[in-house]
């Protein structure tokens, strides 16, 4: 399927469409540190589409102190979205989920308020945790949260150095009912050879399912459209089983 992409020596034409659907990006406007404005937001929906995508399922962070979302400050601005895209004729599914920061707040939501989590696909429920460090809360949450019939996704687990010294853990997440999806933008070295490195490690012992662009803003945007122009991306990508045409 890839062949031609290997057989070239130039940078090849970017098609996405193998990836199908994006799952984790803050393309929402105005709700956490990703699109500001509608006219951004459309901008990059419009990109998503011409990069093959034919979903994508924006995940707003819903992070206690930082960014106080919740089902009532996101869905409004995902119904606008899905208005102005139409209005706009761009032909793109777009589905709303959440990114949950794994804290006292999001424990309290499992445990009290399972119903309102924004999930996508099978119970899908997309975490992150702080970088400095491991969230004392995380195995709570797993396992309240496979309790309840969900699979928690771990946003990026190849940006938390702090397992770095501990491999092992990883599979200790996995073992609890994870799945994980890595940046794909980690693959690039955009967050530093660490991280690259472990994302590759994580691929290599066949522990990724999900591959997202967790598309901020332009400079993502433009670093996304370089490095999905490269071999190596495909060659990185072709080795995971990835899950998001199944969603
Ligand atoms: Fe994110």
Redesign the pocket.
């Known amino acids: 399927m890839f062949d031609f992409l290997f057989n070239s020596s130039k940078s090849v034409e970017r098609d996405l469409s193998f990836i199908g659907v994006d799952m984790?990006?803050?393309l929402l406007p105005g709700l956490d540190d990703g699109a500001v404005t509608l006219e951004e937001s459309l901008h990059y929906f419009k990109l998503m589409k011409k990069w093959g995508y034919r979903k994508c399922i924006v995940?707003p962070?819903i992070f206690q102190g930082v960014y106080n979302n919740s089902p009532e400050t996101i869905l409004p601005v995902f119904k606008s979205i899905q208005a102005a895209l139409v209005n706009a004729g761009c032909d793109i599914q777009v589905e709303v989920a959440a990114?949950y920061m794994v804290d006292e707040s999001f424990i309290d939501t499992v445990l009290n308020q399972p119903k309102h989590l924004l999930s996508f696909g099978n119970k899908f429920v997309l975490i992150?945790m702080p970088f400095a460090a491991a969230s004392p809360y995380i195995e709570t949450a797993i396992f309240n949260l496979v309790l309840n019939g969900f699979t928690p996704i771990i946003?990026?687990p190849e940006r938390y150095s702090y397992y770095f010294q501990q491999p092992q853990y990883y599979h200790r997440l996995i073992e609890m009912g994870c799945l994980f999806q890595i940046n794909m933008l980690s693959l690039s070295g955009y967050y530093g050879k660490s991280v690259k490195k472990m994302a590759i490690n994580l691929i290599d012992q066949q522990l990724v399912s999900f591959i997202g662009t967790?598309m901020?803003h332009l400079s993502h945007c433009e670093a996304i459209k370089a490095f999905t122009k490269t071999k190596e991306f495909y060659k990185l990508s072709k080795r995971i089983d990835l899950k998001n045409n199944t969603l």
């Open positions: 984790h990006s803050h995940t962070h990114e992150e946003a990026h967790d901020h």
